[in-house]
Structures are given as structure tokens and as C-alpha cells.
């Protein structure tokens, strides 16, 4: 069934109705509403979590690693507010503490989405490994075994079908502080992306230019990179869980 944006959603987003005018007007809505965030666990979309949000911030209040932050206004003008992750400062084990916390259903249980967030993808001018041999980082780092190997070239190399997005090998990425720093590249050598945007949808590495353009750019319903369905993640509220497992 399509997804409608509910008036409580469309009026939580705060002065969307102005900007609607300048932005083309309900398609515009449309539009942003299905922007390819990360989001937190229990997101089955986004277009059903901007619709049911109501901005309350129970989900950033619960999660203990604080890598649930609110989409900012300068990234949307409809998300604004609703959760999405950040792993700057830690990644996700599926706690499923801020679905717990959801008062609206906007993160719920059940649902291929239930813990799958999303997909790592490599910056192949932000990454160290491929320029230089050595780093391995992410590939020792990584919980679900198979996610992450490295090619012929020793570089790294995400498997879509067993990563579930958790976010441990943006974080613990050394790439900012083992290279040159240039604006111009991003801070990561790997970065989790929407299994719904553009970007999970590119064979092997990217660059920095691509990643910002796609991040967050949605594919059409219905074609979105399927949830993982291999590997185990060893954390978690059960602490061992086969992928596409539910609560």
C-alpha cells in the first residue's frame, strides 16, 4: 500500500507549508519525505517514519551510544527532526533501546527492516588501503564475518548480502588520521549509506563527489537494495543473531 504523509507529520516537521510553496509544492514533499537517511532500527521506511514522527526525541534520549541524532533543517526541511544515525561516536548493536523508547510506531518491531540499517559503502579517495597496502581496519574491526573482505589489491570489499549497516567500520575508519587532509575528501575511507539511496545501489568503491551526491538521494519504491540476508552479528539484545532474524 502506498505511504501517505499524515497531516500530524507534515505539521510536526514545523513551517513546512511556506517552504512547500518555493519547493513545487506536494511532490516536493514527496520528494524530501523519502530522503535516504540512515535511520535508526525498527525504520521500515523513510516516508512511513517522517509521516509518523512526531519529533518527541525518546529514540536520542534512549540510545546509550548517542548515534541517533535529529536530521537537521539544513538537510531537510520535511525529516527535520526525525531521527537518523551518526556513527561518529559509536555504532549500533541493536540494542533496539530507541524502538522500545518510539511512543508512535515510527520504529517498530517485525519487518525486514527491523535490524538491518543499511550498507557500508568504500570511498576510494578517502580510503587509505587504496592508495597504500596496509590498513585493514575495517575488515578486522567488522562484527558480522564475510561483510567486509579485502580483493586482490588488499583494498576492502563490502558484501551487500551479510553487512547490515551497523556502523563499526565508519567509526573505527583511521582514514582522516593516516592521510594528508584535503577539504575536498571525506573523513572516512567507509561510510554507511541507505539501503534506499543511490549510492547502496553502486558496484564496488566510490568517490567522495558520487558519495555526496547519492547519500541520501532515494531510488524509486520498490527498488531499494534488499536487507541483508547472511552473516551473524554477534551483539544485540539476544547476542547472537543470524541475519533477518526478528525480536
Request: aromatic share 4%; net charge negative.
Amino acid at each position: 500500500m502506498t505511504e501517505q504523509i499524515t497531516r500530524r507529520g507534515f505539521l510536526a516537521a514545523g513551517v513546512v507549508g511556506a517552504g512547500l510553496v518555493g519547493l513545487g509544492g506536494y511532490g516536493a514533499l514527496t520528494r524530501q519525505a523519502d530522503e535516504a537517511f540512515v535511520r535508526p532500527p525498527g525504520a521500515q521506511s523513510s516516508s512511513g517514519l517522517v509521516a509518523a514522527c512526531d519529533r518527541c526525541q525518546r529514540c536520542l534520549q534512549a540510545c546509550p551510544y548517542e548515534i541517533v541524532t535529529p536530521v537537521p533543517l539544513s538537510q531537510s526541511l520535511v525529516a527535520y527532526g526525525t531521527p537518523m544515525l551518526a556513527f561518529e561516536n559509536g555504532c549500533c548493536d541493536f540494542c533496539m533501546k530507541c524502538t522500545e523508547a518510539c511512543p508512535t510506531g515510527a520504529l517498530s518491531f517485525g519487518g525486514p527492516r527491523e535490524r538491518d540499517l543499511g550498507v557500508a559503502v568504500v570511498v576510494k579517495d578517502a580510503c587509505v588501503a587504496w592508495d597504500w597496502a596496509g590498513c585493514t581496519v575495517c575488515v578486522d574491526e567488522c562484527p558480522v564475518e564475510g561483510a567486509i573482505e579485502l580483493d586482490g589489491n588488499d583494498r576492502p570489499l563490502v558484501h551487500a548480502d551479510y553487512c547490515d549497516g551497523c556502523g563499526k567500520c565508519e567509526k573505527v575508519c583511521p582514514s582522516a588520521s593516516l592521510r594528508a587532509y584535503n577539504a575536498g575528501v571525506a573523513d572516512k575511507g567507509i561510510v554507511v549509506v541507505s539501503r534506499a539511496s543511490e549510492a547502496a545501489q553502486m558496484t564496488g568503491a566510490v568517490d567522495t563527489a558520487t558519495l555526496e551526491a547519492s547519500k541520501t538521494v532515494a531510488v524509486a519504491r520498490g527498488t531499494e537494495l534488499a536487507a541483508h540476508t547472511k552473516g551473524v552479528h554477534p551483539d544485540g539484545p539476544d547476542k547472537t543473531r543470524e541475519a533477518g532474524g526478528l525480536r
